[in-house]
């Protein structure tokens, strides 16, 4: 009987050793996923404080003053602006061409053979 009243006993001590590591493990995981949620909860401050920074820096009256102190911007005329009838040909559908890069350089060699400018480039002079 002493055999197994000692068996017994040895079971309980390890059983409640068991325990006492299940327990210990448990309480350190709970720190471990409270210090994670702070975490989580610091960055997402930190997070909504950078937006909050960015919205202040992309405000569009900053930028609109930012632009006319430090860019030398004109404001357009009407003068700027070409009708479409001047505008060049339509290139080529590259879908249907079998070589695309060709037929560009060739709508730009018949562009220039014909002399037409557009845009705001100036025209060439006739140097003789």
């Known amino acids: ?30 720190e471990r996923v409270l210090r994670l949620h702070a975490e989580i909860r610091e ?24 632009a006319e102190r430090h860019l030398p911007l004109k404001p357009l005329s009407a003068t700027q602006y070409d009708s479409l009838k001047n505008l060049p040909e339509r290139p080529p559908n590259f879908a249907r061409d079998p070589d695309p890069i060709g ?5 730009i060699d018949a562009a220039t053979d014909a002399g037409t400018v557009t845009g705001s480039v100036p025209a060439p002079e006739d140097r003789q």
């Not at 000692?6 to 709970?30: C, E, G, H, Q």
């Open 1 to 30: 009987m002493r055999v197994i009243h000692l068996l017994v006993i040895a079971a309980l001590v390890f059983a409640a050793a068991y325990v006492y590591r299940i327990k210990m493990d448990s309480t350190l995981r709970t």
């Open 103 to 107: 037929a560009m350089l060739q709508t």
């Open 43 to 66: 960055q997402r401050d930190a997070i909504a404080v950078l937006r909050a920074e960015w919205a202040r820096l992309d405000a569009p009256l900053r930028l609109q003053g930012l």
